[in-house]
């Protein structure tokens, strides 16, 4: 679905040059759930916006490979959710549509829709400040579903809401996913987060970053927040944060 | 005890305020903003009417109202108004309307930046009207000399906040637009158009009040018609109330175009009037 060959990207920053993802190569599958986890300013983010060609790369190349010729083949659920606060939360929500030109009353419809799938049906009506930071990740989320693109890249997109939003929105980001099956890479640097959704997590190191290691996550899926609970999850969960450990620390002086 | 109990209901609903029709509402706020203004001037009348302020210099509100409407009837008025009134329409819009697209190119497109933000700086603190005697030297007397340091005056306020309205726009919108399919006109037209609207009204009202000061500033010694003429005329054969009669009449006109001006700003831009509000 989507391969990454050798991938660098750099930043001038000043007179120097900041290597923020150093050769990194990833085949995701059609339908898979790929978590890209790491210490803070390890790149993560930054791959995500090269593959969506919002920063170009110095190396390497991205490849999207899908049999339906849509466009745009890969859309982002920002870590804030960038909403336009000019505009109601449906016309947000439906911007796509509206950029390919579809007719008013379908693009509501595809809102209203999007909007109930995120469990906030009936705030179209209102304005991104009017809600809560939780329901406006959740207005965010829908804004990509209701593009539909073949892969769906999630940058942090709990990362700036409270503990209880973000256990709710994990667990229904879990249920969509395993609905409607489309190939996620999400980033996150809560181990906990990507053992819970993912099938592989990509452990990457601290800046440049480079994949550690790959690693896959046993649970059967249709999959519920109760994987949480076994010993399994608990020892999967140790393990990596053993090999996160190092990278964390170095993260954390560097920064 | 039994008084307490029944006292509570009624408490209760004394707490609720009436209702209130929103025509009831939008005259209680008309009231209420017109009253200090109304205060003042009674109170003027008053003190200019007992001789505790001279009257020559401070003639009473009512017999400068009564001055305009006469200098109306006798068609001393209207001439002079609309002459002011074109030469500040044309003014304001030659020097605002380049002023918001140079501050849009500015903040949309590198090399407009590059080379007009240190330009920009340096002129800017120049007292515009100091260049009123060059315009004259160029366009001779008449209309285009004032026209001209009107129209200079309302450019830079419209640059500069225009400018620094596109530069506070979220650095994230526009890649998210182009994520999901936007093309460069949609990214213009949808996201860096409408963020910039909030500054660039906050330009142009900027621009208006300055542009009306200099307007007349210019006319006091570079024209033989118009407002500002006419209060220069009236002062220098020492006829106060004419005098105050024109004042009257050219505030009116900033009156009237600024408020104008915030009813487009409100229309246009409500979803931020509603965020005020719910703040």
Same mark, same amino acid.
């Given at each position: 679905?989507?391969?990454?060959?050798?991938?660098?990207?750099?930043?001038?920053?000043?007179?120097?040059?900041?290597?923020?993802?150093?050769?990194?190569?990833?085949?995701?599958?059609?339908?898979?759930?790929?978590?890209?986890?790491?210490?803070?300013?390890?790149?993560?983010?930054?791959?995500?916006?090269? !593959?969506?060609?919002?920063?170009?790369?110095?190396?390497?190349?991205?490849?999207?490979?899908?049999?339906?010729?849509?466009?745009?083949?890969?859309?982002?659920?920002?870590?804030?959710?960038?909403?336009?606060?000019?505009?109601?939360?449906?016309?947000?929500?439906?911007?796509?549509?509206?950029?390919?030109?579809?007719?008013?009353?379908?693009?509501?419809?595809?809102?209203?829709?999007?909007?109930?799938?995120?469990? !906030?049906?009936?705030?179209?009506?209102?304005?991104?400040?009017?809600?809560?930071?939780?329901?406006?990740?959740?207005?965010?989320?829908?804004?990509?579903?209701?593009?539909?693109?073949?892969?769906?890249?999630?940058?942090?997109?709990?990362?700036?809401?409270?503990?209880?939003?973000?256990?709710?929105?994990?667990?229904?980001?879990?249920a969509l996913s395993q609905e409607l099956r489309k190939t996620v890479i999400f980033v996150t640097h809560s181990i906990d987060e990507a053992l819970l959704l993912g099938d592989r997590i990509a452990v990457m190191s601290a800046r440049p970053g480079r994949i550690k290691t790959i690693i896959d996550?046993?649970?059967?899926?249709?999959?519920?927040?109760?994987?949480?609970?076994?010993?399994?999850?608990?020892?999967?969960?140790?393990?990596?944060?053993?090999?996160?450990?190092?990278?964390?620390?170095?993260?954390?002086?560097?920064? | 005890?039994?008084?307490?109990?029944?006292?509570?209901?009624?408490?209760?609903?004394?707490?609720?305020?009436?209702?209130?029709?929103?025509?009831?509402?939008?005259?209680?706020?008309?009231?209420?903003?017109?009253?200090?203004?109304?205060?003042?001037?009674?109170?003027?009348?008053?003190?200019?009417?007992?001789?505790?302020?001279?009257?020559?210099?401070?003639?009473?509100?009512?017999?400068?109202?009564?001055?305009?409407?006469?200098?109306?009837?006798?068609?001393?008025?209207?001439?002079?108004?609309?002459?002011?009134?074109?030469?500040?329409?044309?003014?304001?819009?030659?020097?605002?309307?380049?002023?918001?697209?140079?501050?849009?190119?500015?903040?949309?497109?590198?090399?407009?930046?590059?080379?007009?933000?240190?330009?920009?700086?340096?002129?800017?603190?120049?007292?515009?009207?100091?260049?009123?005697?060059?315009?004259?030297?160029?366009?001779?007397?008449?209309?285009?000399?004032?026209i001209a340091v009107t129209a200079l005056i309302c450019f830079f306020p419209a640059v500069v906040t225009t400018y620094a309205g596109v530069k506070g726009l979220d650095p994230n919108l526009p890649g998210m637009a182009r994520n999901l399919g936007a093309s460069r006109l949609q990214i213009m037209?949808?996201?860096?158009?409408?963020?910039?609207?909030?500054?660039m009204f906050a330009g142009l009202r900027l621009s208006l009040g300055l542009a009306l000061t200099g307007e007349v500033s210019a006319e006091f010694v570079a024209a033989t018609n118009g407002i500002g003429a006419e209060i220069w005329r009236y002062w220098q054969i020492y006829r106060i109330e004419?005098?105050?009669?024109?004042?009257?009449?050219?505030?009116?006109?900033?009156?009237?175009?600024?408020?104008?001006?915030?009813?487009?700003?409100?229309?246009?831009?409500?979803?931020?009037?509603?965020?005020?509000?719910?703040?």
């Amino acid at each position: 679905m989507l391969s990454i060959e050798n991938v660098s990207v750099a930043f001038a920053a000043g007179s120097r040059v900041l290597l923020a993802v150093d050769r990194v190569s990833l085949e995701v599958k059609k339908g898979e759930f790929l978590c890209l986890l790491g210490p803070s300013g390890c790149g993560k983010s930054t791959l995500l916006k090269a !593959i969506i060609g919002l920063v170009p790369v110095q190396g390497g190349r991205i490849e999207v490979r899908s049999d339906a010729r849509v466009h745009p083949p890969a859309v982002m659920v920002w870590q804030e959710p960038t909403l336009i606060p000019w505009r109601k939360i449906r016309d947000n929500v439906a911007l796509s549509l509206e950029l390919r030109r579809v007719a008013a009353a379908e693009r509501h419809a595809a809102a209203e829709r999007a909007l109930a799938s995120m469990g !906030i049906a009936g705030f179209g009506d209102y304005y991104p400040r009017q809600l809560s930071g939780g329901m406006r990740q959740r207005a965010g989320i829908a804004r990509a579903l209701v593009a539909d693109p073949p892969i769906l890249l999630m940058d942090e997109p709990f990362a700036a809401v409270d503990a209880q939003t973000r256990r709710l929105l994990q667990d229904q980001v879990l249920a969509l996913s395993q609905e409607l099956r489309k190939t996620v890479i999400f980033v996150t640097h809560s181990i906990d987060e990507a053992l819970l959704l993912g099938d592989r997590i990509a452990v990457m190191s601290a800046r440049p970053g480079r994949i550690k290691t790959i690693i896959d996550v046993p649970f059967p899926r249709p999959r519920g927040t109760e994987v949480r609970r076994s010993a399994e999850f608990q020892d999967y969960e140790e393990r990596i944060w053993t090999l996160l450990k190092d990278e964390a620390a170095r993260a954390e002086v560097a920064a | 005890m039994v008084g307490n109990t029944a006292a509570a209901p009624r408490a209760e609903a004394s707490l609720l305020p009436p209702e209130k029709s929103r025509w009831r509402l939008a005259l209680e706020g008309a009231l209420a903003s017109s009253a200090p203004v109304i205060g003042a001037l009674l109170l003027w009348q008053i003190v200019a009417e007992t001789g505790v302020i001279d009257r020559t210099f401070f003639p009473p509100p009512s017999r400068i109202l009564l001055k305009v409407w006469q200098m109306n009837a006798e068609g001393l008025m209207a001439e002079h108004l609309l002459v002011t009134s074109q030469r500040f329409l044309l003014g304001f819009l030659l020097g605002a309307v380049p002023g918001v697209l140079l501050g849009l190119a500015m903040g949309w497109i590198g090399i407009f930046r590059v080379i007009f933000d240190p330009i920009i700086t340096i002129i800017y603190p120049i007292p515009r009207i100091a260049i009123l005697p060059l315009f004259l030297v160029i366009f001779g007397l008449g209309s285009p000399p004032i026209i001209a340091v009107t129209a200079l005056i309302c450019f830079f306020p419209a640059v500069v906040t225009t400018y620094a309205g596109v530069k506070g726009l979220d650095p994230n919108l526009p890649g998210m637009a182009r994520n999901l399919g936007a093309s460069r006109l949609q990214i213009m037209t949808k996201i860096a158009l409408p963020a910039s609207l909030p500054v660039m009204f906050a330009g142009l009202r900027l621009s208006l009040g300055l542009a009306l000061t200099g307007e007349v500033s210019a006319e006091f010694v570079a024209a033989t018609n118009g407002i500002g003429a006419e209060i220069w005329r009236y002062w220098q054969i020492y006829r106060i109330e004419e005098m105050y009669a024109n004042i009257v009449v050219v505030s009116t006109i900033g009156i009237v175009l600024s408020f104008t001006l915030l009813r487009i700003q409100r229309r246009l831009l409500s979803w931020d009037e509603g965020v005020e509000l719910m703040r």
